[in-house]
Nanobody, 116 residues
């Protein structure tokens, strides 16, 4: 239902762009975003967007990551610039009708590896 793409290996300071498309079986989606989970760490919300323009970012990525959404295509993007080794994690796309705290829908995860 959520198909993510765009992960990969990049050197520190580089950029990646993640994409996530929601299938037509998911309707009335107001919130889309990304969580991540690094090895040995808890899963955390990275960025989310609601109503097409209300955004939320975790502090470590502010100023480096930008979330955007193409509502017509039910697709969300995460532009990640100036990547750091601590950004290495599996990134999960999420979607929900109301909230980014406990989203209903989860994608399969895409691995982002940042080398130093």
């Amino acid at each position: 239902q959520l198909q993510a793409s765009g992960g990969g290996l990049v050197q520190a300071g580089g950029s990646l762009r993640l994409s996530c498309a929601a299938s037509e079986s998911i309707f009335s989606i107001n919130v889309m975003g990304w969580f991540r989970q690094a090895p040995g760490k808890q899963r955390e919300l990275v960025a989310a967007i609601a109503s097409g323009y209300i955004t939320k970012y975790t502090n470590p990525v502010k100023g480096r990551f930008t979330i955007s959404r193409d509502s017509a295509k039910n697709t969300v993007f995460l532009q990640m610039n100036n990547l750091k080794p601590e950004d290495t994690a599996v990134y999960y796309c999420i979607a929900d009708r109301r909230t980014w705290d406990e989203p209903q829908y989860w994608g399969q995860g895409t691995l982002v590896t940042v080398s130093s």
